[in-house]
C-alpha cells in the first residue's frame, strides 16, 4: 500500500471521529445549560479553552456565548476543526483513494458532509442544534459500521481503525479533561446536586451513561473517571482506544503485541502498558489535569511517531510501505 494511500485512509477516519466527538463536546454543554440552575456561571467559555484555540476564537469572535462558540465549533470554515472542515477534509482524502474504499463509504462520507454544508448555509436556530449534533453523531455511527461491513479488513482498514481509535482516545480525554479542571473550578459545588447533574452530562457525552449505570449504580466521581480512562470495555474509554489502536498497528507491521520494530509500536505500546498498569487513585493522587495533560503530549507524540514510521517521505521505505507520492490533507 502506497504511503499516500495509507496516510488519506488514516486522516479520513480521524476526521470523522473528530466530527463526532466535536459535536458530543458542544451537545453536552446544551444538556448543562437546561439542567443548570439559573445563573450558574458561563459554561461555554471552558470549550474553546480546551481546545487550544482560545487566542484564535478571541481574535475572530471576541466573547464566548453560545452563538460563537456553537459557529467556531460547528461551522466556521475557517476553523479546521469545526465539524464542518472535519467533514470537509475527510472527505477530500476519501476523494483521493476512492479506488481503495468502498463505494458505500465514499457515499456516506459524500453525502454526510452535503447535509452538513447545507445545514451550515440555512443558519440552523440554537434550538435546533441539537438534532443536528445528533445527526452528526448518526452518521458518524454508520460511516463507522460501512467501514467494518463493506471493507477488506486488511491493511487499509487496520489505518482507518488506528485513526479513528487514536482520535477518541483524545476527545475523551478532553472531555473528562473538561469536567475535573475547567468546568466546577468552585469546590464547594462537589457533592452537590449540580456536581451529580455534569458528572450525568460527562457520561451522557461519551454515550456512557447507561453501561455505567449498570456496571456501578450511582453516581461517583472516581468510579466515572474509572470508567472513562480505565475501563477495558467500554468502546468509548481511553484504555478501550489504546488497545485497539494498538492491535491495529501491529496488524499492519506484522509485529506480535508486546514487542516493537519501529518507534510508533514502541511508543504506543508504552502508553498502553502505563494506563494499564496505574489505577484511578494514583491518577486523582498525582492531579487528574495533570494526568490527562500527560497523557494528550504522549497521544501527541505516538501521533508523530505513525506519521514518521509510515507517512514521511524523508525516513525513506520501511518494509511494508512505500514512500512515494504523499497526500494528506490535514
Not at 452538513?116 to 459500521?145: E, I, N
Request: proline residues 3%; aromatic residues 12%; hydrophobic residues 40%.
Amino acid at each position: 500500500m502506497l504511503s499516500r494511500v495509507a496516510s488519506a485512509i488514516y486522516w479520513m477516519s480521524r476526521y470523522i471521529e473528530r466530527a463526532e466527538n466535536v459535536a458530543r463536546f458542544v451537545d453536552v454543554n446544551f444538556k448543562l445549560m437546561l439542567d443548570m440552575p439559573s445563573g450558574t456561571h458561563n459554561q461555554w467559555d471552558p470549550l474553546v479553552s480546551i481546545t487550544g484555540d482560545l487566542e484564535w476564537f478571541k481574535k475572530k469572535y471576541g466573547e464566548p456565548t453560545q452563538a460563537n462558540v456553537v459557529q467556531f465549533l460547528t461551522f466556521d470554515s475557517e476553523y479546521p476543526n469545526s465539524i464542518y472542515s472535519c467533514l470537509e477534509m475527510a472527505r477530500e482524502n476519501a476523494r483521493s483513494v476512492r479506488e481503495v474504499i468502498s463505494s458505500e463509504m465514499w457515499e456516506q462520507i459524500n453525502t454526510f458532509y452535503l447535509s452538513t454544508k447545507k445545514a451550515a448555509g440555512v443558519k440552523l436556530s440554537l434550538d435546533r442544534m441539537h438534532d443536528f449534533y445528533a445527526k452528526v453523531r448518526d452518521g458518524s455511527h454508520l460511516f463507522s459500521g460501512i467501514t467494518d461491513g463493506t471493507m477488506s479488513h486488511g491493511e487499509g482498514w487496520n489505518f482507518a481503525r488506528m485513526g479513528r481509535m487514536l482520535e477518541r482516545a483524545d476527545k475523551t480525554s478532553r472531555i473528562v479533561d473538561i469536567k475535573y479542571f475547567i468546568l466546577l473550578p468552585r469546590s464547594y459545588d462537589v457533592g452537590t446536586p449540580i456536581d451529580n447533574i455534569q458528572w450525568s452530562a460527562l457520561l451522557s457525552s461519551a454515550s456512557g451513561f447507561h453501561m455505567y449505570k449498570k456496571q456501578y449504580g450511582h453516581i461517583d466521581p472516581n468510579n466515572v473517571a474509572q470508567f472513562l480512562i480505565l475501563d477495558r470495555h467500554f468502546p468509548r474509554s481511553i484504555s478501550f482506544c489504546l488497545i485497539r489502536a494498538e492491535q491495529s498497528l501491529h496488524e499492519i507491521s506484522n509485529t506480535p503485541v508486546g514487542t516493537f520494530s519501529n518507534e510508533a509500536e514502541q511508543y504506543l505500546g508504552r502508553l498502553r502498558s502505563d494506563l494499564n498498569f496505574t489505577s484511578i487513585k494514583e491518577i486523582v493522587g498525582q492531579g487528574m489535569h495533570e494526568f490527562l495533560d500527560g497523557f494528550q503530549i504522549k497521544l501527541n507524540e505516538v501521533g508523530e511517531k505513525i506519521h514518521q514510521t509510515f507517512f514521511d517521505l524523508s525516513v525513506g521505505p520501511s518494509e511494508h510501505f512505500f514512500k512515494q507520492d504523499l497526500y494528506q490533507v490535514n
